[in-house]
Structure formats: C-alpha cells, structure tokens
C-alpha cells in the first residue's frame, strides 16, 4: 500500500492513515464516540480494490484483516474511507484505519476525528 504523511492534501482531499512500517506514526487513545461515528462510515467503503493490502504491523497479518464494525465481521484492506469537513474537504483513508487504531494504537491528526464526529 502507498504510504501518504498524515494530513498530506491535494486538491481538495486529504490523506489520513495511509501508515507505513519504516515512518512512526502518532499513537494515542481515542474515545468511544469517535470509533462509534468511525463504524458508521464504513457502511460507506468506497474504491474497492481486487487484492488485500497487509496491515504492515502484524507480525501474521492475514488477507483481509478480520474486524467487527456494528456487529458485524467484515474484512479490511480493500478499500477506503471518505468523510467531508465542514470546510468541504474530502478526508481519504485506508479501510485498515479502523485496525490501525484499536490493534496498534494509531491516533489520527484531530482535524480527522473532529469531520468524523460532525458526520451524522
Ligand atoms: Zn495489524
């Protein structure tokens, strides 16, 4: 998977999340109302991809990173996450994220997680 610095913009979207092994990336709870608006929006996964992106992190990583999102099982690595700002800005991250977080501790930049919690 490509690796983006957090927060990297182009045009009107900017990239969250897209997290490689060799670059640290900022790690950090987050609170529960945060991951609740999160799950919501992967109802909404968009440009899905054939193949599955490893998680770069586990030591066993398996194709299509097993995850429960509102109940459900669903499985991450091929596709992605759009959510808007109130600045219109379009926020584009990896499906991973939401494992990225709750496995491996990531904390995206605040501007992410406030146009999370405003959507819905
Ligand atoms: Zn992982």
Known sequence: MAYYPDNESSGSTIR???LDKKVP???GMVDSTFLQRLQK???DRTNQTRGYHLCPFCTKPEFGTPVNIEGEEIKLGSAEIHVRDAN???FIAPDLLYHYILVHGYCPPIE???AVCSNG
């Open 88 to 90: 219109g800005q379009t």
């Open 112 to 114: 992410f997680i406030e």
């Open 41 to 43: 929006l992967y109802r």
């Open 25 to 27: 990336f900022s790690s």
């Open 16 to 18: 969250v999340g897209w």
